[in-house]
């Protein structure tokens, strides 16, 4: 009787590696295969065209006038206002009186507007990535990354004219002159970053603007200087004038006969770092645009206008959602 010989061991496997490792190794292709997929999916379950969800809290800071922290994804930002007072007079250093309890006297807002507040620089910004936040930042002196987003920021609250001038001046009751100005520090930390940092900051600056009350004050003739009342009942909320929403997009070319160009909602982290071509809307409302940005690749009209379709539609969740925390006047 004859043995049959043992079987012959399988064929070894193809060389392969994990998603994760395959990530690393291969971004670009990566992200392609999955966009290239039916239907065509990002590596973190999104549609091309779908934004994360945000949320939003306010008043999150004791020691700030106005304070929010807003997060979309794993990006979380929070933001904190300050107001100072700069006065114009000669020889008051910008002395603040803060009144007794129970004293009294008058205070009156301007009439008029102008362009006080970039004039004047009555608005000092500043991003600052939270150590931790990232595993590519780390203490140390501010990165150009974050300087960059810091000027945008600067440049879209000023270019928007969201904050009344009116509101922060201080008058002489008795004559109606500005005698002083309130001055704010928008402070805005990333404690959480994966990806499209601007949209996260500029949302919880428009939100601590919105929660931002300042003390009423007045300039006092007698003394020279500006008297400030302590009692919160007298706080006076900041005029914000309108709503305005950023949305950031990454674009990338897949080939012609393999979709072409696909835009990406919302980027992460990781299709920022593979994407070269990045566009930004800034939406206001009735449908409004106040701001586009552009930035590498060759841009087209339709994916302009794509953009914009869906930055119009960002911008009513956002709407949504501060008329939900803020209230329907902010």
Request: hydrophobic fraction near 35%; include cysteine; aromatic fraction near 6%.
């Amino acid at each position: 009787m004859t043995t049959a010989p043992p079987p012959s061991p399988p064929p070894p496997n193809p060389l392969s590696f994990p998603p994760a490792t395959f990530q690393k190794l291969a971004p670009k292709i990566f992200l392609e295969r999955h966009l290239q997929s039916t239907p065509a999916t990002r590596p973190s379950g999104r549609n091309p065209d779908t934004f994360r969800t945000p949320s939003l809290h306010t008043n999150s800071l004791s020691h700030a006038h106005g304070s929010a922290v807003v997060r979309t994804g794993d990006t979380a930002v929070v933001c904190g206002v300050r107001g100072e007072v700069l006065s114009l007079a000669a020889g008051t250093g910008g002395r603040i009186v803060v009144l007794r309890t129970g004293e009294d006297g008058r205070g009156k807002n301007g009439e008029g507007e102008g362009d006080e507040v970039r004039e004047r620089g009555l608005v000092v910004t500043n991003l600052e990535m939270g150590t931790g936040c990232s595993r590519d930042y780390h203490p140390g002196p501010p990165t150009d990354f974050a300087q960059a987003v810091t000027a945008r920021l600067h440049r879209l609250l000023l270019s928007n004219k969201l904050i009344s001038s009116q509101s922060l001046r201080i008058l002489d009751p008795n004559t109606e002159e500005v005698k002083a100005y309130w001055v704010l520090y928008i402070d805005a930390v990333v404690i959480s970053l994966d990806g499209n940092v601007l949209d996260a900051a500029w949302a919880s600056i428009l939100a601590a603007l919105r929660s931002t009350r300042l003390p009423q004050a007045y300039w006092d003739q007698d003394t020279e200087v500006v008297v400030c009342y302590p009692e919160v009942s007298r706080y006076k909320s900041l005029d914000v004038k309108g709503l305005a929403f950023t949305a950031s997009f990454a674009v990338i070319d897949l080939g012609a006969g393999k979709g072409g160009k696909v835009i990406l909602s919302d980027p992460d982290e990781f299709e920022e770092g593979v994407c070269g071509e990045r566009v930004m809307v800034c939406a206001l409302e009735g449908e409004k645009v106040g701001w586009i940005e552009k930035g590498g690749g060759v841009g087209q009209v339709a994916e302009v206008v794509e953009c914009v379709h869906r930055a119009t539609e960002r911008f009513k969740i956002w709407e949504q959602l501060f008329a939900e925390v803020l209230g329907s006047s902010g």
